[in-house]
């Protein structure tokens, strides 16, 4: 098969021809329709994320088509359209048996543990336990921009965050994750601020449902200028970069008791960053992660999206071929374009 394959941190990934994977026995192999370009897989290139063992192949959002089942597999066959979450649970560990694949203690990462979704074919554990089978109204471009971004978006609002209608909810940075977020928490009733430093992002977080928008690079405090537009602070504030100034802003920026959610990815130099404990403590907020979705909770999620509407395909901001992504990759972090890009030519 095809894939996008880098043999050293940093180091530009070519696409190369290497052996087409086969299924464990509780495992299946999709074909893969789309994958999204996530910074995810920027830190993995980086060598931000100890797991990765060289030679790798990234890609974690991704969609297709099972192509071949191992022996054990019950649920999937030939044929089935399916996604997955970018975390993948073991099954068998105390996390997994209280319902919280998502943080499973020998989990399971295709791109991250394992070769991953940048690739004509990806290998999947678990199939079972891990797999989500897609509706048929959706294609596979738009299962693939839910990705990591729009799921751990979900989660993030709605099982961490708990925004309730009514409730200002503040997002920190407008990518794939921001925009997300800001759909899911104006579909869940509450009242969103947006706040990034480009103008045609914050224009598309509007669109999409957010009240009001801050951009960071034009006002002398986004904390102050947050908390006078929802009048004293949000109830749920998000940082969905990961960068030591949106984290702090993001708990600075809340109401009493108000609820900080990380999402953005804090590695490398930015993994230890400055937190305003005295005002945590202060104000009893509280600071919870989030990390990706369980299988288990994709019904409820399409659920919301059907109730409310969403078109999905407006989070996709452009489609590329399997090679036009290195590219994609290796300039992650200008953070140019708007919306998720997803490949689709393989």
């Known amino acids: 098969m095809q ?11 070519q696409l190369r021809s290497v052996p087409d994977p086969t299924p464990e026995p509780h495992g299946v192999v999709i074909r893969v329709m789309a994958t999204g370009v996530c910074r995810s897989d920027w830190h993995g290139w980086m060598g931000h994320d100890p797991d990765i063992r060289l030679p790798h192949v990234p ?3 991704f969609a297709g088509v099972v192509v071949a089942a191992g022996s054990q597999v019950r649920r999937w066959k030939a044929g089935d359209r ?11 560990c105390p996390e997994c048996h209280s ?22 074919y990806v290998a999947v554990s678990q199939a079972d336990l891990n ?47 921001g925009l997300s977020a800001v759909m899911i928490a104006s579909a869940a009733g509450a009242r969103v601020v947006a706040v990034d430093i480009a103008d045609d992002k914050l224009e598309l977080a509007r669109e999409l449902g957010a009240q009001a928008t801050v951009n960071a690079s034009r006002v002398a405090d986004v904390v102050e200028a947050v908390r006078e537009i929802t009048d004293g602070g949000a109830h749920v504030s998000l940082d969905a970069l990961g960068h030591p100034s949106t984290c702090f802003n993001s708990i600075a920026n809340l109401r009493k008791r108000g609820r900080h959610v990380q999402v953005g990815l804090m590695l490398g130099e930015h993994a230890t960053p400055a937190v305003p404990m005295s005002r945590v403590i202060a104000n009893e907020l509280e600071i919870v992660g989030s990390h990706g979705m369980q299988a288990h909770r994709y019904g409820t999620m399409f659920g919301l999206v ?11 901001g452009r489609t590329v071929s399997l090679e036009q992504s290195i590219d994609v990759l290796t300039s992650m972090d200008a953070f140019a374009g708007v919306g998720v890009t997803v490949v689709t030519e393989f």
């Open 3 to 13: 894939a996008v394959i880098y043999d050293s941190f940093g180091a530009r990934p």
């Open 59 to 61: 890609g974690h959002e």
């Open 82 to 92: 399916v996604t997955m979450p970018f975390v993948a649970a073991c099954g068998a």
């Open 99 to 120: 319902g919280n694949q998502q943080v499973c203690d020998h989990q399971f990462q295709p791109g991250f543990t394992h070769w991953g979704s940048f690739a004509q």
């Open 131 to 177: 797999l989500v089978r897609l509706p048929e109204a959706m294609d596979f471009g738009t299962a693939a921009s839910l990705g990591c971004r729009f799921v751990t978006s979900y989660r993030a609002v709605v099982d961490q965050g708990r925004a309730s209608p009514g409730q200002w909810v503040a997002v920190h940075g407008c990518g794939g994750v």
């Open 306 to 316: 059907d109730a409310a509407s969403l078109d999905l395909r407006r989070l996709v």
